[in-house]
């Protein structure tokens, strides 16, 4: 089925939206600095994920990492962990900012298309991430797909965000959090749609919603942005098992029949992204069931821009801008 997502014009959106911070359109022109990257991608294009083996698109992705933020800071400690999961053991990295040893955790799940990723590939966004936010970051390496296909990752994820509710305390954790990027945000939504009790936060990045999405940001910039049509399709080729529904509300949270529970949401989208519109329909969607939304809406930046920080100024800000509202959000949960 289908999912079609009205335009949004820039002059309704304050009202419908509530919090929203900047908007793409309205002449809001791409960041120069990550213009020049995408200028160079264009120059050299990536294969196609098509035609290489994933393990070799896995490879890829993470080496990226230490080129696309190669100073993240450097004094935020790392700690190994493993939680029991549904299939065995969840492996996660514990991050703690100096002198933030009792504060809340953020439960983090790492995006890459529920195929690629993991805690290597991320490391350097979650240290800038629990850095700005002063908040601890417990980043999990969740079940991959296609080896793994739906719902595994999600079952993972939704595991160690319970295990982390019930063991707050032994944590010295005063409140506890979800949040992820793409893909990972797809599954820190689903994890809150389906028992938010216990959360004091939902924090997003650019979630996908759905493999069968049409909108105009899913036209505009289809091709020579970052993120593909052309991928989106690759990567629910692996996640779904063949004649999985895929208006199963896991898999296309906009049709969640009814949303309860979910905490107080920070919400992260990019301007040139094929995603922006249902990160704006996902925020209308909370906000008519009750709950609060911080948007932003990061006019000028692409998909993936939490793993951007050494490219661009803009993006660093972006990210103190997002971490800075998880901080209070955690906060205000303990008031």
């Known amino acids: 089925m289908a999912l079609s997502l009205a335009l949004i014009r820039a002059d309704d959106r304050t009202a419908r939206m509530g919090n929203l911070v900047s908007s793409r359109r309205g002449g809001v022109v791409i960041d120069p600095e990550l213009e020049l990257a995408i200028v160079w991608q264009r120059a050299h294009p990536a294969p196609s994920l098509h035609s290489i083996p994933v393990e070799t698109a896995r490879s890829n992705y993470a080496a990226a990492a230490g080129l696309l933020d190669p100073t993240p800071p450097d004094d935020v400690a790392l700690m190994e962990m493993v939680i029991p999961g549904p299939a065995g053991a969840i492996h996660a990295h ?8 009792g504060s809340g955790i953020v439960v983090w799940a790492h ?10 590939s991320h490391d350097h966004a979650c240290r800038r991430l629990a850095s700005a936010a002063r908040l601890r970051l417990l980043a999990i390496d969740y079940r991959l797909a296609p080896e793994h296909p739906f719902p595994a990752g999600q079952d993972d994820v939704s595991t160690v965000v319970r295990w982390a509710v019930q063991h707050a305390g032994q944590l010295g954790a005063p409140a506890i959090g979800v949040g992820g990027d793409s893909a990972g945000a797809t599954l820190a939504l689903v994890a809150a749609l389906d028992d ?4 004091a936060c939902l924090a997003l990045c650019y979630p996908s919603l759905g493999p069968d999405i049409m909108s105009e940001s899913r036209k505009a910039f289809d091709g020579g942005w970052g993120l593909t049509t052309e991928d989106m399709d690759f990567f629910f080729e692996r996640l779904l098992p063949e004649g999985h ?16 529970g979910v905490p107080s949401t920070v919400l992260s989208i990019a301007g040139y ?20 939304v911080d948007l932003f809406d990061e006019g000028a930046l692409t ?6 920080g050494g490219l661009s100024a803009e993006v660093r800000a972006a990210i103190d801008r997002f ?13």
């Open 196 to 199: 938010g009790d216990g959360l």
């Open 94 to 101: 514990l991050y703690t900012p100096p002198g933030c040893e």
């Open 111 to 120: 995006g890459g298309g529920w195929v690629l990723g993991g805690l290597t």
């Open 273 to 292: 992204d094929i995603l922006h519109d249902e990160g704006l329909a996902l925020a209308g969607m909370l906000e008519g069931a009750g709950v609060t």
């Open 323 to 335: 971490a800075a509202a998880m901080r209070s959000t955690m906060e205000r949960a303990n008031t």
């Open 303 to 308: 998909h993936g821009f939490l793993r951007l």
């Open 245 to 260: 529904d895929r208006s199963d509300p896991r898999v296309s949270p906009l049709l969640t029949p009814e949303v309860e």
